[in-house]
Every structure is written in structure tokens, then in C-alpha cells.
């Protein structure tokens, strides 16, 4: 650290994954997520930062292109399939865990509708959309603003319109030499965009655009021809800004949502 002129010295480590897909001939879609370990020599007095050490979750996306076409691949397939599931979701957040009397008062809706193809029989890629939203905050009978002011007893929801490109894997036909056409379990991971406005009774609405990141597991089973039920635990990284009160003043700070859902769904399988 330079006394005089306020500069120090940082170091920097990144650990990530990197996930090509091969979706044409000679064209691979990447995926990598990506974390960022940071530390500085100065020093870090909020209780929230581990150990002194910054954590900065990051996910980037591009296409490669291959210049000798004729020997790098070809057409990687044709199965397609289409997804339609619905279920729960609430939240685990920075801000809180959910303030409500009970966990079942916080759960809310959630939709999905997802387009996939897979390119072998362990590797595939998802394009989904979806909606839902959860209680994360109650008032309940005699509560009081700082005032001591009586407030109406009410629920606030947080809402989130959503957008996912992920990558799908096998994880049993990983582990198997012949293509498993029954039962499978998908592991998922990938970006996901969307809008969020988080109801606060107390401040003002957060309202943001957000990037994070999405993972799930998705038991399936084919039950005819192309017709398959599945089941989809996740969780998706929501990072945000917003303003909290420290020392009587507000100060911007970032927070992350933990969305988590469980889906029931339905998928049709066009092609092989």
C-alpha cells in the first residue's frame, strides 16, 4: 500500500469451466462460468467480506468457428425436443432468508417453456423462458415502522421474468458405453437473464435487470414414443444492487438471490 497516493497492490485468481457445444457443422457454442478470487493490501472491515477475500461470480458466451469445416465435425444431429413444466419457487437472500411465518406462506408459482436438441447422447443444449414469483417479506398483526407507527398486515412478493441458454449433460449415458432411451438424469448449467422487482414495504421497489448464473438436476422418464415426464430441482444466482441503512445513512450495496424451484414437467421428443 502507497501512503501518499492511496494505490496498493492486488492479486487475482480465476477458476472456472469451459463448455463447448457443437451445434453445426464447424461452429461450437461456449459456455464458461467463471469465478474470480480478488485481494488487495487494504484493509477490508465488512463483516461480509470471507475473510478479507472478494468473490466475484462471473458467466461469458460465444461461438467458435472452425476454418477447416471439412474436418472438424458435421451435422452434430437432429433431435430435437420441447418442454413444458410448473411448480414452486422461493428464495434464499443476502438480505434475508425470507421474513414470513413459514415456508409454505413464501412459496409461489413458476412456468417454464424450453426448446432443446441433443447433439449426442450425453451432450445437448436448452433455450428456456419462464416466470414466477415468491412471498419474501410479511407484516404481520402489530407490527410498526421505526416510527412506531401500526403498519397493515400484507405480503410482498419478488417477481422474476427469465431467459436461460444452458448446457445439458447425461450423467447416465456418461457412465454408459449404449444410449440410454428410458430413464435419465440431466445435469444443467448455464446463464440466465431476466427482470426482477422485489416489493419492499419499508423502502423503495428494487426494480433491475440481472445476468446470473442457473444449475438444476432433471430426472426423466419416456413413458411413450416421445412423450416424458420429468422432475427439476435448481437454483439461480440472482445478483443485484440495492440501498440499505447502515448508520442512519443509505449506501448502495450488492446482494445475491438464491432462487430455488422445483418443477413437474411434460417433454415431446421430435426425431430419433
Known sequence: MD????TSTGLSAHLGLGLNLHILPGVDLVVEPLLEIQKDARTLSRMDIWRKYLFAPQIGTGIRIAMDKQHYGSDPGRNWYI???GGVQLQNSDIEWTRMSSIVKALGPYGVLSVGREYSSVFGLRLSGG??????????EGDTDVSGTPLQPARFRSTYGLLRLEGTMSLINLFKHSYNRGFNLLFTLGPEVGFMLKKDPYREDIKTLYSGLTMSL????RIWRGLGVFMEPRVSIVPYSAYAWKHDRPMNRN???AVLSVALGVEYKFGK
Open 3 to 6: 501512503p501518499e497516493n492511496g
Open 83 to 85: 418442454q413444458l413444466a
Open 131 to 140: 416466470f414466477g414469483y415468491h412471498y419474501w417479506k410479511e407484516i404481520k
Open 218 to 221: 432433471q430426472p426423466r422418464v
Open 255 to 257: 446482494y445475491y438471490d
